[in-house]
């Protein structure tokens, strides 16, 4: 029961339906606050105690300072949690776990149970190992059940062993679209109350759900356990981005477009931890497709959440997607009875602001290597013969001459691009050639796009006038196609369209996040071969929103983002050295060229589709039995009872190690003294680097182990799949074969040196880490900016502080694995302002003392730490942002923390 201090509860009636709310305009100044401050303000308003979330901190927000750089901390609540598999199983094992720690403090082990609704999706367990076949689907659905039976069959067990816990099997979709489609409520109901629906999820791109004005943004695995077990997500008061839509898109440009723009103005801008909240004229000209392909990306524009308010868009779209009328006219009136309905005209106080028109917007992709690295359509093969001078050998750049390019408003030139024609003879007997550029993986994936059923359309359309000009992809490109819900590939069949993509090898491969998140399979065997003797910069485009070094597929060194329908021109273009927007893409029957115009579909013709083809029947009939999954999932054995019956050969779940010795006392905090660094790494490390999703390599400490299991290496899987199991996650950490630790110069992937050792060798990351931890030796991560950027995946802190890391020490940290560090017992310093290890002259072999740390121990948050390396010393900032991560710390992590506050209940 809410305190009340502010006379907020009242009643609203809709239809025949009365619920409980809590009144915004109660509290003074909340007419002027931004929409998602809003719900924040009602959130503290219904979960007020007078403890933990005061009337002080109601009125705090309510007098929000726009301009004040964030200091007040409060204590959110969401409504709900949503998870993934790869984060998610993790998340089942940590609760498993907790129970039995519980047990053994002497607690109740029912405790453990969320305390909210908490939905997982099995969406990122499909990896396209077969495509281009009319079977590929059925195919790839087998294995990925051959591969993954054991996890299943957990996550069956957690199905039946929690309360509120719901899990959506495999095979039906991308859990942000299922999330947009079928599981946001917009309004949450729940024990006689309405209130804004508002969620964490174990994925960096929840904000998808954003589209939809629902507040939710993505937190690390350990956060959102402790979410479900009703611990309110500790934050400060953030500062609020504008940012003002005017206009419309011109004809011939999409929403990858848009947001491939917006991500690189928010970038540039700097809206790390900030919201960024939509207003203007043109939110209303944005279909909720964009505005969720929009909130998809807000991770890599680096803001917490990227949310558009509620309107008759939002009810169309909820009307569409099948919810039922009564929720529809609930958020109506909830939403104007709240002051949460968008006013185009209004301005709300904002941070800072920004504006786009448009109109503006042009064609655009995103690469090599960082999605926020938009680079115009027309531009894109001059800007590659430029970057993949940064992925070929010295030899190949003396063959190519190393003259300078010319300024992007002078004509191309063919001179001086790298070249390695290289032949592969096919497992079918063909024969073709091979270069630097080659589009080798073409992919229809991941949630951002897939949702969108313009750019959807867009793509089939273009696949269609491209066959019926007698257009095929190239040989060399794996093409595959990953919808992010079944209801996509029932409107390309009601559109007949399916048969196009068909022909040009888009087939489905399955319904998951597939090539985004790494499981883009392998390429043929021949392609593969030819691609690593020749040491080939061979490319993919794919409709996804990450790119990062290492992740879409071992054999492919530059990534782009596209839209849709680009991805299929690339597959037909064959080469990132083609320009597509002024070059033929091939020729018809006749021996005609066809370029990109030719077989580009207007706004008109994407429109008729869309309006023709797609209807509230598609979204019922998919979504009318989601949890219970098909004769396959249904006829796994499962174990029973509340605590889960552990089995010592598996590979995929083991019981993980962090309650172990664990007492009811916390021990205090202590300086950091002898330690040695582990890792000396560069700017953007991203989680990705940090802790890898993608394939094990057999000749890595994680193969080793898996070898020495019995584990086939067809069966490996990938390290996402195996986040259930801490041995090789550990294993795993800092795996990443694009990874480079500056302490061993001239490696590429999980080395470091081992100075336990005479000389300090250079040996496996894992190896050294062993050798430093029997030793008694703690270890250190130096870093450049933008640390721990991209996926919210917890087992970079986990496995972080599993290797023995006490401190991590950068230039600049994105938001969820800074909290993420805190949550495993890491701590997060930065180098004083304007300074890096570079210029403080630090080589990574120097032994540190971190002092001052033990001022944690007296209950406030020391500003800085002193940090001696050697013969350098300077002041780090402590990067414990607020009283509650400084509790987390305290206790050795956030699951301790949690565990010991519910026993004490």
Known sequence: ????????????????????????DKVEGSARLPYSLKVLLENLLRTEDGANITADHIRAL???????????????????????????VPCVVDLATMREAVKELGGDPAKINPLAPAELVIDHSVIADKFGTANAFQQNVELEYGRNKERYQFLRWGQTAFDEFKVVPPGTGIVHQVNIEHL???????????????????DSHTTMVNGLGVLGW???????????????????????????LTGELKPGTTATDLVLTITEMLRKHGVVGKFVEFYGEGVAATSLANRATIGNMSPEFGSTAAIFPIDDETLNYLKLTGRSEQQVALVEAYAKEQGLWLDPAAEPDFSEKLELDLSTVVPSIAGPKRPQDRIVLAEASRQFAQDVRNYVSEADLDEAGKESFPASDAPAVSNGTPSKPTQVVAADGSVFEIDHGAVTVAAITSCTNTSNPYVMVAAALVAKKAVEKGLSRKPWVKTTLAPGSKVVTDYFDKANLTPYLDKLGFNLVGYGCTTCIGNSGPLDEEISKAINEADLAVTSVLSGNRNFEGRINPDVKMNYLASPPLVVAYAI??????????EALGTDQDGNPVYLKDIWPSEAEVNDVVANAIGEDMFSKSYEDVFAGDAQWQALPIPTGDTFEWDPQSTYVRKPPYFEGMTMETSPVSDVQGARVLAKLGDSVTTDHISPAGAIKADTPAGQYLTEHGVERRDFNSYGSRRGNHEVMIRGTFANIRLRNQIAPGTEGGFTRDFTQE??????????????????????????????????????????????????????YERIHRSNLIGMGVLPLQFPEGASAQSLGLTGEETFDITGVTALNDGGIPETVKVKAGDVEFDAKVRIDTPGEADYYRNGGIMQYVLRSLIRK
Do not use: C, H
Not at 4 to 20: I, P, Q
Not at 63 to 86: H, L, N
Not at 760 to 766: E, K, R
């Open 218 to 244: 993505g937190v690390g695995g350990i956060e959102a356990e402790a979410a479900m077990l009703g611990q309110p997500v500790s934050m400060l008061i953030p500062r609020v981005v504008g940012f003002k």
């Open 759 to 812: 000389d300090g060798p250079v040996s496996f990351i894992y190896d050294a880490s062993q050798n430093y931890q029997a030793a008694g030796t703690p270890l250190v991560i130096l870093a450049g900016k933008e640390y721990g950027s991209g996926s919210s995946r917890d087992w970079a802190a986990k496995g972080t502080a599993l290797l023995g890391v006490k401190a991590v020490i950068a230039e600049s």
């Open 62 to 88: 309510g007098g929000w300072d726009s301009q004040a750089q964030p200091s007040q901390e409060i204590q959110f609540t969401p409504a709900r949690v949503i998870m993934q598999d790869f984060t998610g």
């Open 1 to 24: 029961m809410s305190a009340n201090s502010f006379d907020a509860r009242s009643t609203l009636r809709v239809g025949d339906e009365s619920y409980e709310i809590f009144r915004l």
């Open 184 to 202: 946001a409520r917009t309004v949450m109901t729940r024990n006689g109350q309405a209130y804004p629906d508002t969620l964490v999820g174990t």
């Open 573 to 582: 273009a064959g080469s990132m050295k083609v320009d597509i927007t002024t």
